[in-house]
């Protein structure tokens, strides 16, 4: 590996202030000026400190991140769960991605510590040595948009509501001002025919039964009385009479 850095599986420890503490060898070559092997640096991690600065991301309840090394040694997680720390997890979803799409990319998959069904970010690090990984519970990722959604659909729902209440409203008034157009044009039409046929009354009586007609006609009455009296000397009334079938 030249002078690039080592990443080690994590180990538990037995020794000292940190024991059954998690840590993780990290080692890197020192060449010498000349570009000999100058000897080795090496320091042991805690991955108490990868887990609280992962904890401090506030992911949300679905939410995870987490290291691995290059041959799929999970290094550390959060939430942690130890029955997983140094687990060969190269079989899972993450890996099949990072050998077919490349160092960085994103997926939406199970994942196989829990089964949660989690959208993913992730990226090689540390020199190509480790895969760190960050992934959102999709439930969560996705609420937000779902409600944006479902406002938009309640406004929308409610637009079309709106419009087809106005429409309907509109046509009920369009019809009642059509019908009502049409009536007035009826009683037009019927009130120029009767004028024309009291033009054509020849004597008083034929002009009486006309306008008793059309009377009848106008008002739709069932009965009309028409009387014409000639004043003065007390002659009698001429009467007219129409009633309905």
Known sequence: DGNRLIVGPPRRSDI????????????RRIDNPGGSFGGISGAALSIDYLLAFYDALRLGKGGAVGLFTTDGILIARSPFDE??????????TLFRHLSTAGDRGRFTAPYTTDGGTRLTAYRR??????????????????APWRARLLFRSALGLLAMALFAGGSALVLRHTQRQRAWSERQSERLSLLASEAA??????DPATAIDALTMAARR????RRVVTRLTRLPDGIEPIRATVTAD
Do not use: H, P
């Open 125 to 142: 690090a540390a020199d190509d040595r480790a895969v760190v990984y960050v992934g959102l519970g999709e439930d969560e990722a996705l």
């Open 83 to 92: 029955t997983f720390i140094g687990r060969d997890l190269s079989g899972g």
């Open 218 to 221: 106008l008002t739709g009455a």
């Open 16 to 27: 000292g202030e940190g024991r059954e503490r998690w840590y993780v060898n990290v080692t």
């Open 197 to 202: 046929r009291l033009a054509q009354a020849r």
